[in-house]
């Protein structure tokens, strides 16, 4: 594991510091021009803050009490927000992906066991700890490419007390990396082989017994389900998510992924935080989005591996003023990727994104789809001093190349981390 380069600081004080001489690519929606840039500027923290942003040769520079680096002229970016993850599970799905591609349809690699149900069974064969070791390096990966804030899902126990070990390693990740944490509920991702036949009967189990449970122990911050004819109906959905919005918890979905089920109308109908896929959404999917102002949370990686054809109306949300993140969705079946860069890449190659709307969906956009955007995704004075600096003549070059890493520096709360790959 490498260090990340580190420009040289004047003074470390890790309370108060400036850097000076950055290409803010502030994403400040009230600056209206694009990447809300603010060229040759500067920012300041103080404790965990970004305490002040000062146009060029302002007097405060020269009489600025803490440490003062000057970056040259590089580009200075918000962390970046992975908001949609599956990255805790156990095994590994390489031999089916393998099976696939010579051929065997999904179908049957599912009637012999695999799919997600044999991540389930790995998952819930390891411990806690075990399961801590096996996504720590996902975890590094999405860090030293600049993540500051992951969501990550359970889905692969589907007992409750696997689903509770899983929000469990999400919780421990979150102490042992430089990184914010948001844990989800995912156990309405698929019906436990237990429950074979009785679908209604496991809802039950999740509205009875894991929601409360995971409510009372702050194990999550939402509830999320996979509203699917493979998978749960949307009648089934709305009863996962009237229990969790009656525990104070917020609701996102898996909608209309594969058919449209109009999962994304329930999921604006309970005021959702996001909707997530949405390749089959339609009209009156977005209507309902943009009304409730749920974010569309675009997931290219799961579009690539799985060679999907129907594309989300990036056009309609766009026309619409719906909000559009983009996130990995990192899971070991569909979208085995460890890289919201390399997501970002594919959602400007697939589906017609902008280097700036692809940074912006994995910067302000990703934090509004975890309720976050009054806190982080912006650089704006009073929000969490989470940001980036890249060794890039242009923004765009971030989602461009891949392969390489541009990082240079990782700040988080107000202090520089060293990267580790
Ligand atoms: N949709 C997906 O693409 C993933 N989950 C979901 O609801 C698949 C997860 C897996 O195959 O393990
Ligand atoms: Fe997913």
């Not at 209507?287 to 749920?294: D, L, P």
């Not at 975890?370 to 923004?395: E, N, P």
Request: glycine share 10%; with cysteine.
């Amino acid at each position: 594991m490498e260090p990340a380069r580190s420009l040289p600081h004047t003074n470390d004080l890790a309370t108060q510091h400036l850097w000076v001489n950055a290409k803010l690519a502030t994403f400040d929606s009230s600056i209206n021009i694009p990447y809300g840039l603010r060229d040759g500027w500067a920012i300041a923290t103080r404790g965990d803050s970004i305490a002040v942003i000062l146009p060029p040769d302002s007097p405060e520079v020269r009489s600025f009490p803490g440490g003062i680096t000057d970056v040259g002229g590089r580009w200075i970016t918000p962390g970046l927000i992975d908001c949609h993850t599956h990255l805790v599970y156990g095994g590994s799905r390489a031999a089916e992906w393998e099976m696939r591609l010579s051929g065997v349809p999904y179908a049957e690699i599912a009637r012999q066991g695999g799919g997600i149900l044999s991540t389930v069974r790995a998952t819930r064969a390891m411990s806690e700890e075990e399961l801590v070791s096996a996504a720590l390096p996902r975890l590094r990966a999405l860090a030293a490419e600049g993540v500051t804030c992951v969501e990550i899902k359970s889905g692969y126990g589907l007992t409750v007390l696997d689903e509770l070990k899983m929000l469990r390693v999400a919780r421990r990740l979150s102490e042992l990396l430089a990184i914010e944490i948001s844990p989800t509920l995912l156990a309405a991702h698929a019906v436990p082989p237990e429950f074979v036949g009785r679908a209604d009967d496991y809802v039950g189990l999740i509205v009875e017994e894991m929601i409360p449970l995971v409510a009372r122990e702050r194990l999550a911050e939402a509830v999320d389900v996979f509203c699917e004819t493979i998978a749960f109906s949307p009648a089934q959905c709305d009863r996962i998510f009237a229990a969790a919005r009656a525990h104070g918890l917020a609701v996102k979905g898996h909608v209309e992924q594969l058919t449209n089920q109009h999962g994304a109308e329930l999921v604006a109908h309970h005021g959702g935080w996001s909707c997530d896929h949405i390749e089959y959404l339609d009209g009156a999917g977005v209507r309902a989005m943009a009304k409730a102002g749920t974010v569309a949370v675009l997931l290219p990686g799961a579009f690539y591996f799985l060679r999907e054809k129907q594309k989300p109306p990036v056009v309609q949300l766009r026309a619409a003023g719906v909000p559009i993140a983009v996130a990995s969705d990192l899971n070991p079946g569909t979208s085995p990727l460890a890289s919201i860069r390399l997501a970002m890449n594919m959602a400007c190659i697939l589906f017609g994104f902008t280097p700036e709307e692809a940074l912006a969906g994995a910067t302000r956009e990703a934090a509004r789809a975890l309720g976050r955007g009054d806190r982080l995704g912006t650089l704006a004075v009073g929000k969490q001093a989470d940001f980036l600096i890249w060794d890039v003549t242009h923004a765009a070059e971030i989602v461009c190349q891949l392969g390489v890493n541009p990082l240079v520096e990782r700040v988080f709360r107000g202090r520089g981390v060293c990267v580790q790959s």
